[in-house]
């Protein structure tokens, strides 16, 4: 089975955009050291979800995929307001799935589903002023038709009143993951990397994240470039519970090509420290070894079955569940320890795992 966000990779002719290197007209951080990114664990004004899915992409996977955006837009709408967005001629069935009486919708054109990596990413400064960090989405590197949602940033700015800041960087919601303190952990197969800046060395992107999202220090992970269509995202390798905490995944499967790149991660993580000097406390989680067989997993390398894909909401864990029973529940009860006062919420997002994302991936964030 192929995996369905590459499925376009061979439409690259037109329309694509230029994507690569640095984008002319833009400019690096503004007032360096003003903004800084929060954790994503505290309060929220509401989240994000791009109702996107497209027979083009998923094929006969398209209709699974929305029932599993409905029920995380609605299983998050229990907590805080959501923003689904949409296409106008799928207005009606994006209410069907996903709408709630903490549900609004905004229509606009899409390419897909993965709000993380398209939306703005909100920073604030030490008065609350919200501003909004576009990264310039490019299809992970023109992998895959991207012009309707490269857009999309600048329109999240908007509607949440945000000062809009373009950088010069190209990159993803998926590549950051913060302590909100001053620390951040970047893979370097999805940052340095060329299919998205070509022109920039490591230092140089280090210094433009560290300007735009108010790091004092970045933990660089490896990752791995060319294995899935995002080059290795963070948020399927390491996320901050709170400052001077981590969950990482070690996948524990050796036919796996992040068997030796999760183990490799773990080595870094343990011997690292924080922006303030502290050693990181690290826990870590395996991905399912006897999921659920179906159509979305049989035959498919490229499902990802992560468990620290997750969403941190207001009161709340929005987290995947593959239909291991010991796995799942090994992993909801380490969540309920690292989030005490939250509860865990398991969805079965198949659908969504089988083009290679999950949870975290789909959904985005506006801080309060």
Request: proline residues 4%.
């Amino acid at each position: 089975m192929p995996n369905r966000r590459t499925f376009l990779q061979l439409s690259l002719a037109a329309g694509l955009g230029a994507g690569l290197g640095l984008p002319l007209g833009l400019a690096r951080a503004e007032e360096p050291g003003r903004w800084f990114m929060p954790d994503e664990g505290e309060p929220q004004q509401r989240a994000f979800i791009a109702f996107g899915a497209q027979q083009a992409i998923w094929e006969d996977f398209t209709a699974d995929v929305q029932v599993a955006l409905g029920r995380i837009a609605q299983a998050i709408a229990r907590y805080q307001p959501v923003t689904v967005f949409c296409r106008p001629d799928e207005r009606e069935l994006a209410e069907q799935h996903c709408a709630s009486g903490n549900t609004t919708f905004v229509e606009c054109d899409l390419d897909d589903i993965w709000m993380r990596d398209i939306s703005a990413n909100f920073v604030l400064d030490d008065e609350g002023a919200l501003a909004a960090v576009d990264f310039n989405f490019n299809g992970w590197g023109n992998k895959q038709r991207h012009r309707n949602d490269a857009l999309l940033a600048r329109r999240v700015a908007s509607l949440a009143n945000a000062r809009y800041q373009r950088s010069e960087l190209v990159g993803e919601g998926g590549a950051i993951e913060v302590d909100g303190h001053g620390t951040g952990i970047m893979t370097q197969s999805s940052w340095v990397n060329a299919n998205r800046n070509r022109q920039w060395s490591k230092a140089e992107v280090e210094a433009e994240l560290k300007a735009r999202l108010g790091l004092d220090k970045v933990i660089w992970l490896p990752g791995i470039a060319g294995k899935d269509i995002t080059d290795g995202h963070v948020d399927f390798y390491a996320r901050f519970v709170r400052p001077g905490v981590v969950i990482a995944n070690l996948d524990n499967d050796p036919d796996s090509y992040d068997y030796e790149v999760t183990r490799k991660h773990l080595e870094i993580l343990k011997q690292a420290t924080d922006a303030q000097g502290r050693r990181l406390q690290i826990h870590v989680v395996s991905p399912p070894m006897h999921g659920r067989r179906n159509k979305f997993n049989r035959g498919n390398d490229d499902f990802a079955a992560g468990y620290i894909n997750y969403f941190v909401i207001n009161g709340a864990i929005i987290a995947p569940q593959f239909g291991d029973a010991q796995a799942d529940e090994k992993a909801r009860a380490l969540l309920a320890v690292l989030y005490p006062g939250r509860e865990i919420v398991q969805l079965d997002i198949d659908a969504i795992a089988a083009g290679g994302g999950g949870i975290h991936c789909v959904t985005h964030q506006c801080p309060a």
